[in-house]
């Protein structure tokens, strides 16, 4: 299984919201990580998990909180959104930190309203 | 950090023909170059890597040139199809993975 798979597809909330993006592989891999991609723009890091521990925090609000809860699983919890905070959020995994060869999921469309 | 820059942003090519993207990155220290392409809705995909002992590299249509001395790296597709219409990412690490500013490939049938 060489997939990662991200939940929900799409969603709204409004800016006193919270909601949850999941994510999920099957893979072994070790490293975990959260980008958040604007139209017509490449994907920007926001988190890295190296087993199961938060590695790399590139400066993110603290309105966006990370979760590892296991080696499979990786959550991104979202509270007291700004409407500029809609983006595709994509979660990708590799073997280890230093393995950059990442394997990416489809994303969750995010939409602040 | 690193920075990584990519020509042309946009690239249309008769189906067919040749495509070449270029890309230039800044950390002498970046050690693996990987190359994917993004399809409308969906997460980047990543479609052929090299990395810094390796000169050249080869997938089927699809082949990846870098040199190091003068930090350049370039995807070549060849033979282009209508289903390689995509956005395509360099990206450069070292320390983490820097991705260049994408270049919108457009394969006219």
């Known amino acids: 299984d060489t997939e990662v798979t991200q939940t929900p597809k799409h969603l709204v909330m409004g800016m006193t919201n919270k909601k949850s993006l999941k994510c999920e592989q099957h893979?072994?891999?070790?490293?975990m990580y959260w980008y958040k991609q604007k139209a017509k723009k490449p994907p920007e890091l926001m988190f890295v998990?190296?087993?199961?521990?938060?590695?790399i925090n590139e400066s993110v609000p603290s309105r966006f909180s990370p979760e590892c809860p296991n080696s499979s699983l990786l959550n991104l919890h979202l509270h007291a959104l700004q409407p500029e905070d809609s983006a595709l959020y994509l979660c990708?995994?590799?073997?280890?930190?230093?393995?950059?060869?990442?394997?990416f999921g489809p994303g969750t469309r995010l939409t602040v309203l | 950090g690193e920075n990584v820059e990519q020509h042309p942003s946009t690239l249309s090519v008769q189906e067919g023909d040749s495509a070449v993207i270029k890309c230039t990155y800044s950390?002498?220290?970046?050690?693996?170059f990987p190359w994917y392409k993004q399809e409308l809705g969906k997460g980047p995909q990543l479609i052929i890597d090299?990395?810094?002992?390796?000169g050249e590299k080869k997938d089927q249509r699809i082949a990846v040139t870098l040199n190091k001395t003068a930090k350049h790296f370039s995807l070549h597709i060849t033979e282009t199809q209508p289903e390689d219409s995509a956005v395509y990412f360099c990206?450069?690490?070292?320390?983490?993975?820097?991705f260049g500013t994408g270049t919108k490939l457009q394969v006219i049938p």
């Open positions: 998990y190296s087993y199961e521990k938060l590695s």
């Open positions: 090299i990395r810094s002992n390796v």
């Open positions: 990206a450069a690490a070292g320390q983490k993975v820097t």
């Open positions: 893979m072994g891999h070790r490293a």
């Open positions: 950390d002498s220290a970046s050690n693996y």
């Open positions: 990708a995994s590799s073997q280890a930190r230093r393995d950059f060869e990442q394997f």
